[in-house]
C-alpha cells in the first residue's frame, strides 16, 4: 500500500515502512527501558520494588554526601511518589514486584506524550538537579557530573564525558537546567538512534 512519494528522493513510502520505522522506535527505546531497570534494579535480583527505588535515592545522596539536606529530603519523597504513581501500576500481577516485562510495557503505555514530561519525571529532575549541583550556581559542570552519574550509577568516568560534552549543547562546560530536562526527555520519550542522552545511564547495547 502506497502511503506517500517522498519529495526528495522520490520513494515511495509504504505501509511496511511505517511499521518498520515504528519498530526501530520501540526497539530504541526498549532499549533505553532494560538500561534503566538495571540501574533501577539496586539489589539486583531482578525486579524492582518500593525498596529499590528509595535506595536508590540513598545511592544518589551518599554520592553527595548530602544527607540531611532538604533536597534529599525531596528527592526521597519525589521518587517515593514517582514509585506510586508511575511504576506501582505497572505490576500487573500484584507481587508488588515490577519485572523487566512488566516495567517495558508500562514505560511504552505512559511516556507515550513529552508533553507530560512536567508531570511525570521533571519533580524527580529537578530534585537530581539540584542534589547534582551543591554549589547553588543551577548549572552542572563535568566534575558533578561525572560524580552523580559515574560514582553512584556505576558509569565510567570515560563514558561520563563523552555524554557530558555531548549534551553540552552551548559548550558552556556546564549544563544548565534546560540542557539536564532536555536529556531526560529525550532518554524517556525520544526515539532518535544518534541522540547523546541514549546513553544517559550508560551506554546502550545495539
Same mark, same amino acid.
Given at each position: ?127 537530581? %538537579?539540584?542534589?547534582? +549541583? *551543591? =554549589? &547553588?550556581?543551577?548549572?552542572? /559542570?563535568?566534575? !558533578? $557530573?561525572? @560524580? ?15 555524554? %557530558?560534552?555531548?549534551? +553540552? *549543547? =552551548? &559548550?558552556?562546560?556546564?549544563? /544548565?537546567?534546560? !540542557? $539536564?530536562? @532536555? ?24
Amino acid at each position: 500500500m502506497r502511503l506517500s512519494d517522498d519529495p526528495q528522493t522520490g520513494r515511495n513510502h509504504t505501509m511496511s515502512d511505517s511499521f518498520a520505522a515504528h519498530a526501530d522506535m520501540t526497539t530504541l527505546q526498549d532499549r533505553k527501558y532494560r538500561q534503566w531497570f538495571r540501574g533501577a534494579d539496586v539489589d539486583g535480583d531482578g525486579v524492582i520494588t518500593r525498596q529499590d527505588v528509595l535506595l536508590m535515592a540513598e545511592r544518589y545522596i551518599a554520592a553527595r554526601a548530602a544527607s540531611q539536606s532538604p533536597t534529599a529530603h525531596r528527592l526521597t519523597q519525589e521518587l517515593d511518589a514517582f514509585w506510586t504513581h508511575v511504576i506501582a501500576p505497572m505490576d500487573q500481577d500484584g507481587d508488588g514486584k515490577i519485572d523487566l516485562r512488566e516495567m517495558t510495557e508500562g514505560f511504552r503505555r505512559a511516556l507515550t506524550d513529552p508533553g507530560l514530561y512536567p508531570q511525570q519525571i521533571q519533580l524527580v529532575a529537578d530534585c537530581y %538537579f539540584d542534589l547534582i +549541583d *551543591l =554549589d &547553588g550556581n543551577d548549572k552542572i /559542570d563535568q566534575e !558533578e $557530573f561525572q @560524580q552523580i552519574f559515574g560514582l553512584a550509577g556505576n558509569i565510567s568516568f570515560e563514558h561520563c564525558a563523552e555524554v %557530558f560534552t555531548a549534551l +553540552d *549543547l =552551548d &559548550g558552556s562546560g556546564a549544563l /544548565d537546567r534546560a !540542557e $539536564f530536562h @532536555q536529556a531526560l526527555a529525550e532518554y524517556f520519550y525520544g526515539n532518535d538512534p544518534d541522540a547523546p542522552a541514549n546513553h544517559l545511564f550508560g551506554r546502550v547495547a545495539d
